[in-house]
Structure formats: C-alpha cells, structure tokens
C-alpha cells in the first residue's frame, strides 16, 4: 500500500480533509471517507452519470478522477441542495413530476440537471434532453425527469 | 398532489399521490447495499473471473495473493466443491451448477476465485495476483450450432448441450393445419438483453459459527424459491439462514433475482474466512456475468382461414439460457404458458420448446419475461397474416380477439383471464393514434418516395406467476409419480398496527426497487381506515426472520399491484372488524348494527355514539380488561392472501402460469430514412387495462420505464459475443442503453376491467410495454420498409444491420 495523501477540500460550504491512498477513486473518497453517500457508483468508467457531482462549479464524473486531483476544490454534491430542511426547487419539480423512481441514478441526474440550469436557465426540450443524457436512468423512460427539469426552469431559483 | 376536501365517500386510491420514498431519495439519504455497514469489521471481496468462455481449470497458485498484506483468505473453486452443493435446477438434466465453477468454466466472467481482504482496494491487487491454470476448450454460442453433433459439449454430465425440451399440444393442431386456407412460416431471432439496473449486485455476509446463522444483507428482490435453494447449497436449515433486505434497492427489473448464487458464495467466504464479507459488483462484472433474457431462435407456423380466423398455430423455440440453465429458467419458455394465445381466441396449439446450453452469461426473468419474446413473434405473424391476405393490421386482429362478454376466459393452455374488454382498448387505441389519418399520411409518403410506416401489437399481460408453471418443463409422466410433489401459489402478506395513540403502521413483505411500495399502501389504507396517507408509516425491508412469507414472496412478475396489495386491503379489513367487534362490545350493541366508516365505529343507521380508531386504540392497548372475552389484546392484524386460481399444472400440460392479466394495445408511425437507415418514431400510442389504478402517477411511471426498456431491445441493446465466447459489450461504451434523447413521446391510456380476484380490482402493471414495443417497433419498421420487400424478424434493428438490408433490397 502507497503512503497515505491528505486531501483537503470543501464539500457543500464545509472544509473537509481526509487522508488516503492516491490511487483511491474521488467517489470512494465521498463515500467512504467523508460518508457523503447520496452520490453513487453505477459503472465506474465514466458513462452511467450516477456518481455526478459539481466541481469547482461545473458537472463531473467523481468516478474516473482522483480524490487528490479534487485537492483544494470546491465540491457540491447532492447533499449540498436542500437548505434548511426545504428540497431545492428541482428536488421539489422531480418529486412533483415522477422524476425519480429507484432513487439510484437521481443524486447525479439533480446534479448533471442543476449544472445544465446553471448555463442555459430556459433549455428547450431537446436541449434538456441533450442536457440530462449524461446520466442514464433505466426507471423513468426519462419522461419524468423531462418534466420535472422543463418546470425547474420555470420556478424560482431552480438554477440557484 | 390533490387533496381530498374530506368527508365520507372520499378516496386516497386513483389518485397521483406524491410518494414518500422520495425525500429520502432526492437528497441522497437514501439506504442502498453499499451506504451503511449494517455490521461492523467488514471486509471485501474480489471476484477472479474466467477470461476464457469454456476451459478446465487445472489447478491454482494462491501464494502472491495470500502474501499480500490485508489478504485473510482466498477462495477457490475446489473449496466450493468441497464445502457447497450444486444448486438445484428446474430440469431433470443433470447439471451441476455451483456457485463458482468447480471443474471448468463456461463462461466469460464465470467466478473461479474469491479473495477476502481488508479493504476492496487491496481485495483487487490481490484478485490480479491470482494465477488460474486453464486448458481452454473450443466454445460455442450459437443455439443451433450448439446442438449441431459435432459441437462442443459444455457439461459431460449431461452429454448435449439441450438442457430440456418438451413438446406440448393443445386442441388438435394438425387438424388446425389440415384446414388452413393459408399457411405461414417465419424464422424469428430475439437478442440477448437486461435491464441493467444502475445499481449492482452488493451482498454482505456474516456466518456465525457459535450460533450457526449465516445472516445475509443484499439488494435481492426475492426471497421466494430462491431461499430454500441457496440453504440447500450451504448446508443451512432455512431457520439459520437469515436474508435482510436494506430499505432502498437501486432498480432490479428481474435482474437482481439472480443475485443468489451471489448469496451462496459471499456466504461461503465468510464461513471460510471467519470474517463478514461485503462484494458489491462492478459494472464490467455486471454486464458479463449477471444476468439478461435469453437470446431466442424461434420458427413460427401460422394456419388461418381466408377471412383472417386464426385456426391455430405452432411455436418451435431454442432458447439459449447461456453456461448453465439457472433456476427459474426453463421459464423463458414456459413463464407465458397460460397466455401463449395472447388475446386471441384460436384452440390448437404445439409448442416445441428447447433450451439450450452455450458458452454465454446465464439467464433469468428480465422485465416481461419471455412475453417480449412471444409477442416479437406472434405479432410479426399477425401482419404477415394482414399483409397476405390484404387485411388491415388493425382488422385482422379485431376478427380473433376474444370477446368482451367471453371473461373469465379459460385459454387452450390452461390461462384463466380474469377480466378484460380487448375490443375496446384496442379502438381506443386506433383513436387516440388517429390510425385512419395515419395510414393517409402513410400513402401521401409513400407517393413521394418516403417509408413511413404503422405498427401495431396487442399483448395481455400477465402478472402475478403462480410458480406452478416451472414445472411445465418436466414430463407429464415424471410429474405423475408419487414421489413428485405438485406446485402452486402465489402468496404475499401484509401485518397492520394502530399504536397506542391511533397511528397506522404497515409492515410488508416486500422487496421494493422504485415501484413505490410505500406510498401505495399508505393511500391503501388511509382509504380502509379513514385516515390520510401522511399518518400511515410504511416498512417493506424484508427480513426472513421477522416477516411473514412463503415460498412465493418477493418482488417480481408484476406481483404487488396484484397479490401484495390485496394482502395490505384484507389487512385492513380483519382490522376493521375486530374494532367493530370491540365497540359494539364497549356500546353493549349487536356487531352488525354498527360500520366502520369514516375512520370510526357508527351505528349503521342513525345518529349514536362512535368510537373513533384512537379511541379504540388506546383502550385496546391500555386497558385490555376492556376487551371482550377471548379478543386478543393490541390492534394489529396480519392477512395473508393468495389466489386460489393458482393450480399446479395438470396432465395436460394445462396451467394457470399467472393469476391476473391485464392487456396492451399499442401503435406506433415510424419514418425511415433510406440512407442512414435511422429510425424515427413519429407516433407512439399505448392503452392499457391493469384494472383499477391506485396511483396513476406511478402506474405511467412504470408504462414510461417498461416502454424504454422494450425500445432497448427493439433498437439497441445485445449483449454480443464473438465466435470465441467473448463478450463485446462489457462496459457501458459498447452496451447502448438508451438516453434521454432517445426516449420517445408516449401517449397513454387506459381502460379499467377490475379483476374480479383482488379486493382492490387490481392487476399488475410493472412489466407493461416492455413486451410489446420489441413487437410493435418491428412491426412498424416493416411495414414503413414494405415497399422494399423488408421484414424485420430479428432484433435489435442496428442501422448498420437496416442499412444493409436496405442497400440489398435496393439492388434487387
């Protein structure tokens, strides 16, 4: 086993540091160290979107980089929406809508969804689609999810 | 969500109720497998896999790997074999299926090794250093190659490679034959596919030597048979093999029910190990060696009067179940029994239906298990049935249906549909489609030079299995001897408590993966008992010793809309009376003068005193010297309920394989571009009937995820492999599942037949339009391509296979 690294990062506002092997994965990182379990691990090279989490402000694959690459970073994971006890208003579209049904891909489907209001606050239906194709969801046939992102957009703060 | 202004008559059932799995979900509290270690000193496992597709393992060096520091044990074949028995298969054939392979692999990914050590890192440093020594033997992954006598035989055991076959003849179907005015034959082929759930396999085990229980947590929607079978497999009385389901599973779609032998051998390294063990699967290993359906080579036969009356028709199936067949496999060919006539009225019938034993991944129920298979064909057969005899798709199928009035309606194979109006979903179908203005607009293309096309399919759909139809797969006369014993049922149970201070909880035997179990039951019994869905606290999170179930119990084959929900109502209901026997023992009044309405005991007629749920309650907790002679104390109930249409299967080879069924009617206008050979699907129309909905919300929910999985392998999911044995699609690259953008717009309806069986009138709806979308793209595909001559009889429709075929048309 290689010497243990400290990283040192800030996760949803809260300086965080943990020491780890170099080689471990950002997402085990998360998981494991930090216990900040809401982001998922659905296929480890890059595709599936479940591990989805905003870094240093845009969407990325927590997956495929290393917990020392995300080293003095800004993080946002899917813990970070809710505030104060209220959903975030895309957490609350993707409840009112069916957005959501196993649960497993939504942490990253809310991130990858909040990166996409965050650059295009009024997406198109095909820009939504294009958008939230980073993440697969083999539940919903993505209709929920559709909606739920098109009435975000509408709402008050949805790309806050 | 609407809430309900109150007052008597008011109903939480068929409303879109918000769920209340979703706070929890939405903000990443949810409890999958891999989120909290239910124990503590877990260690983890790595899974050393055959690289080879069928080859004798010859001997193992464990030294690096045991030498690795954090290493506690490896696991091998040869300790499987010493210290496990092979699983119990659903055929007389004798194949010896263990937990890893024992002597050769037979497939690409097959387990060989296990490693156990301190974290999962070092467990997979130590996996690489594993050294296997294989003699690799020529493979083969073809069903009909693999029958071929020349082919290589995967187990000497059994000394072919069919792994069963029956012939099964309903009615006279060479008579059928004999009459037929017209006679068609088609070849069909159905592509290997799953639903890969996003979440994998994730097992932790600790097996306690002092106290003999092996405890098991995993993301498994069983337990059903599969709980007996794998304590068969570890020497384990069922009492001390103790399965614990976490409160959230991320998506199964019958995938996960395949997670046993999963069970068996995390449960092994533990007992060999003396540690708790935790595997949590990756995805590479997923998509090489968990499950998928079967990939199927079918030669259907036809015979119909001119007038388009289907007399009868024959199937001739080789389904290909991979390395090993697995229980509950042979039920991709006989899981349909009762509905192999779908929803139309012909009496003769042959099946002839083999598995077939191949160098691929092993098999499983995968959403609409073996009906997307049957319905691909058997609705490819009812166009070109249309399109010989110059009849409307549509009208073709209109002149076999069965009838409204004809239900209950008991089908050749023994399948008892309990309620339905076919006609009418499928006219409602045509409506909402606006089918006549399509084929219009279908003609206006096709004069411009376009390939517009209209598919249709209709399919019922079953749900609920009774588990006696796996026993279609053996004999008549092996069943009929005295030592066999017949099965059937289909069983689920649901316990409801009021608390002290008049609180509802209901406790489920279930295992649900995002179908919302909570949420339905709360509306349940809100509605039973006069409460709101808010007050109601739902726990599913099977436990097997702690929960009442029976062989039958778990997640699967569409169960809860049907049996899980009825098991809550009947609850409820026992519940109920005992409150109404209770107050009209505090009233000193006859039981039957009074009701419980309103979330309260009322005299029947009148205005009187009434004693609320809470009241009730508390007296019934506090005070038991209340209670009436013989009453037991506390308010709870249990119901169990199961369908006494579920019959084991007779000597007719007769059998009731599900015990609700609902019906599909879809359309679907497709455009084909010529040159890139995309597929673009222009309308998109799916009526169902599920007989009464409780949460329309959820029920489209299912209708949208079912669709998508139907167009995954009508379009673009198959596991591949190479003539070798090595599979192509082992990551997320190469294995398309679709996006967003590939997701169609759908239009839904539905037309409500209340089963008369459940006390709720419903059905299963969870598999939906998986099984008629392979059928209903096909469909449309061929008849936008007709003018080329093109029909599509094999999935799933890649533009490189279309292009080609339409560069060939083209030439000729």
Not at chain 1, 82 to 91: F, M, N, R, S, V
Not at chain 2, 220 to 232: N, V
Not at chain 2, 305 to 331: A, C, H, Q
Not at chain 2, 410 to 433: C, E, F, H, I, W
Request: proline share 6%; glycine share 10%; with cysteine.
């Amino acid at each position: 086993m290689a010497d243990l690294v400290s990283v040192r990062l800030r996760v949803n506002g809260v300086e965080r540091e943990g020491r780890c092997e170099p080689r471990k994965l950002l997402v085990d990182f998360l998981r494991e160290d930090l216990g900040l379990t809401g982001t998922h691990v659905g296929c480890e090279h890059g595709i599936c979107g479940a591990c989805t989490i905003l870094l240093d402000g845009q969407a990325a694959r927590s997956c495929i980089m290393l917990a020392v690459q995300a080293d003095g970073a800004e993080l946002m994971t899917v813990e970070g929406l809710a505030k104060d006890g209220k959903l975030h208003p895309l957490q609350e579209a993707f409840r009112e809508h069916h957005g959501l049904q196993c649960g497993f891909c939504t942490p990253g489907m809310l991130m990858t969804a909040l990166d996409l209001l965050r650059t295009n606050p009024a997406p198109s239906d095909a820009e939504i689609r294009e958008g939230i194709s980073a993440v697969l969801c083999r539940c919903t046939g993505y209709q929920g999810i559709l909606n739920a992102v098109r009435a975000a957009a509408r709402a008050p703060g949805g790309d806050r | 969500m609407t809430a309900p202004s109150g007052g008597a008559g008011q109903r939480w059932i068929g409303r879109s109720v918000r769920r209340v799995e979703d706070a929890r979900l939405l903000t990443g509290r949810g409890t999958y497998i891999d989120d909290h270690p239910p124990v503590g000193n877990l260690f983890h496992a790595a899974i050393v896999r055959s690289p080879h597709a069928h080859a004798r393992i010859l001997g193992y060096d464990l030294e690096a790997a045991r030498a690795l520091p954090g290493v506690v044990g490896v696991i091998t074949g040869a300790d499987v074999a010493r210290h496990s028995k092979p699983f119990s298969v659903g055929v007389t054939a004798p194949v010896h299926y263990y937990c890893a392979a024992t002597d050769k692999a037979r497939f690409v990914g097959e387990p060989v090794a296990v490693v156990v050590a301190r974290s999962r890192y070092v467990a997979e440093d130590a996996a690489e250093l594993v050294q296997v020594r294989y003699e690799p033997l020529p493979a083969v992954v073809d069903p009909e190659r693999a029958l071929e006598p020349d082919a290589p035989v995967l187990h000497e055991t059994v000394g072919t490679n069919l792994a069963n076959n029956r012939r099964l003849v309903y009615g006279d179907p060479d008579r059928a034959f004999r009459d037929a005015e017209v006679v068609l034959k088609e070849r069909f082929r159905f592509p290997k596919y799953g639903s890969t759930p996003i979440e994998t396999y994730g097992v932790i085990a600790r097996w306690d030597a002092l106290d003999g229980v092996c405890t098991v947590w995993s993301n498994f929607m069983g337990p059903f048979i599969m709980h007996p079978l794998t304590a068969r497999v570890l020497g384990l009385p069922e009492n001390r093999l103790r399965f614990i389901v976490p409160p959230d599973i991320g998506g199964s779609f019958g995938i996960k029910s395949l997670i046993y032998p999963y069970i068996a051998l995390v449960a092994l390294a533990s007992k060999l190990t003396g540690v708790a063990v935790k595997w949590i699967e990756d995805r590479r290993e997923h998509l090489l060696a968990s499950s998928t359906g079967t990939d199927r080579v079918a030669y259907r036969e036809l015979a119909a009067r001119k007038d388009g009356t289907v007399l009868g028709m024959r199937f001739k199936w080789l389904d290909n179940v991979g390395g090993y067949i697995r229980s509950p496999e042979p039920g991709c060919s006989f899981r349909p029994t009762g509905n192999f006539v779908g929803p139309y009225r012909f009496q003769h019938l042959e099946v002839d239906a083999s598995t077939v034993m191949t160098n691929k991944c092993l098999t499983g129920p995968n959403r609409g298990y073996a009906c997307g298979h049957l319905y691909f064909e058997t609705e490819g057969m009812m166009d070109r049935l249309a399109a010989t005899l110059g009849l409307d798709p549509v009208e073709v199928r209109r002149r076999n249906l069965i009838p409204a009035g004809a239900f209950p309606y008991r089908t050749p194979t023994g399948g008892l549909y309990d309620s339905g109006d076919y006609p009418a979903a499928l006219d409602k179908a045509v409506q909402l489609a606006r089918y006549d203005e399509l084929r219009r607009e279908q003609a206006r293309a096709r004069a411009a030079g376009r390939y517009f096309g209209v598919g249709v399919a209709l399919a019922v759909d079953p749900s609920v299995s009774n588990m006696g139809y796996v026993a279609t797969a053996l004999d008549p006369q092996f069943r009929a001897k005295p030592e066999y014993l017949p099965k059937s049922g289909a069983v689920d149970s649901a316990t409801v408590k009021v608390d002290p201070l008049g609180r509802v909880l209901a406790i489920l035997a279930t295992t649900p993966q995002g179908q919302g179990h909570q949420t339905i039951v709360a509306q349940i019994v809100a509605d039973e008992l006069g409460s709101v869905p808010e007050d109601v606290t739902v726990v599913d999170e099977m436990d097997t010793f702690t929960r009442v179930w029976s062989i039958s119990s778990g997640t699967y084959s569409s169960r809860f809309g049907s049996v899980g929900t009825s098991a809550v109502a009947l609850a409820a209901r026992k519940l109920k009376a005992k409150l109404v026997a209770y107050a009209a023992h505090l009233m000193d009044l006859p039981p039957d003068s009074l009701e419980f309405r309103d979330g309260a005991v009322r005299p029947k007629r009148g205005k009187g005193p009434s004693y609320s749920v809470k009241d009730l309650a508390g007296r019934a907790h506090w005070n038991t010297e209340s209670l009436p002679a013989g009453m037991e104390p506390g308010l709870q109930a249990t119901a169990v309920f199961g369908f006494d249409v579920a019959r084991a299967v007779d000597a007719e080879d007769r059998v009731n394989s599900s015990n609700t069924y609902g019906f599909i009617a879809e359309i679907m206008a497709v455009e084909v571009d010529p040159e890139t050979a995309a597929i673009r699907i222009l309308r998109y129309v799916t009526v169902h009937d599920a007989g009464t909905i409780i949460n329309p919300m959820i029920a489209e929910g299912q209708i949208y995820g079912g669709a998508l999985h139907g167009l995954g392998g009508a379009l673009y999911e198959e596991l591949q492999y190479d003539e070798d044995g090595q599979c192509l699609t082992a990551t997320f690259m190469d294995y398309l599942v679709p996006t967003a953008c590939e997701a169609p717009t759908i239009e839904i309806a539905h037309v409500v037949s209340p089963s008369p069986l459940t006390p709720l009138g419903s059905k299963g709806l969870g598999e939906s339009s998986s099984m008629t979308v392979p059928a209903v793209v096909a469909n449309a595909v061929s008849d936008a391509l007709a003018p080329l001559g093109i029909r599509i009889t094999e999935l799933p429709i890649t533009p490189s296979k279309l292009h080609a075929m339409i560069q060939k048309a083209r030439k000729t």
